[in-house]
């Protein structure tokens, strides 16, 4: 039971530490690019698109660092999202059997960890869901009430896209404008 429990903490740190690098490489503008956004002041994509290409052509060994990571990034994020929130669940189960906690602190954190499970289920179901209409990967965050899709695949038609935002209004109720597409190769 002990070795479990290290086997456990060993990769809880793990995908942190994955999930804490993916979100660094994504605010540094390395990481995965807006193919669709339904937003009226959002900047114009292909101009986005083309700067990030640009930039990156010119960065040495940019294709053969992208071509390693881009193979590992969904079953990355995938587990260290897991991890996060196995580690957020542990938490609000902490708070819910501490007898110190106040009745207000963990009726809250009842209603936290529902909300968790019926989120990481809306997830899971729109991944497989996006799968089965025939995209190689998918990974979906979903947090308040914004979604933002990563799609494994390379230029994404305007169909695609349509069916990909069906799927995730339809299964989490989040409105199109709301809902950000993001290409990865």
Do not use: C, H, W
């Not at 605010?27 to 101009?47: I, M, S």
């Not at 990030?52 to 587990?79: R, V």
């Not at 990974?139 to 069906?166: C, E, M, R, Y």
């Amino acid at each position: 039971m002990a070795f479990l429990l290290r086997k456990r903490t060993i990769l809880i740190i793990l995908f942190a530490s994955i999930f804490i690098i993916s979100v660094y490489m994504m605010f540094l503008g390395n990481f995965p690019r807006v193919v669709y956004e339904k937003n009226p002041t959002a900047p114009d994509t292909q101009k986005v698109l083309s700067q990030q290409q640009s930039s990156q052509e010119t960065a040495p060994g940019t294709a053969l660092d992208k071509k390693e990571n881009n193979s590992d990034f969904f079953i990355d994020y995938k587990l260290e999202r897991d991890r996060l929130r196995s580690q957020e669940a542990d938490y609000l189960r902490e708070l819910i059997n501490n007898p110190n906690a106040t009745r207000e602190s963990r009726d809250q954190a009842q209603k936290d960890l529902i909300a968790l499970s019926q989120r990481v289920e809306k997830e899971m179901i729109v991944e497989n869901l996006i799968k089965a209409k025939g995209f190689e990967d998918a990974v979906i965050f979903i947090s308040n009430d914004f979604a933002n899709v990563v799609i494994k695949g390379a230029s994404l038609q305007s169909k695609q896209v349509a069916q990909i935002t069906d799927i995730v209004t339809k299964t989490t109720g989040i409105p199109i404008e709301k809902i950000t597409i993001i290409e990865r190769k």
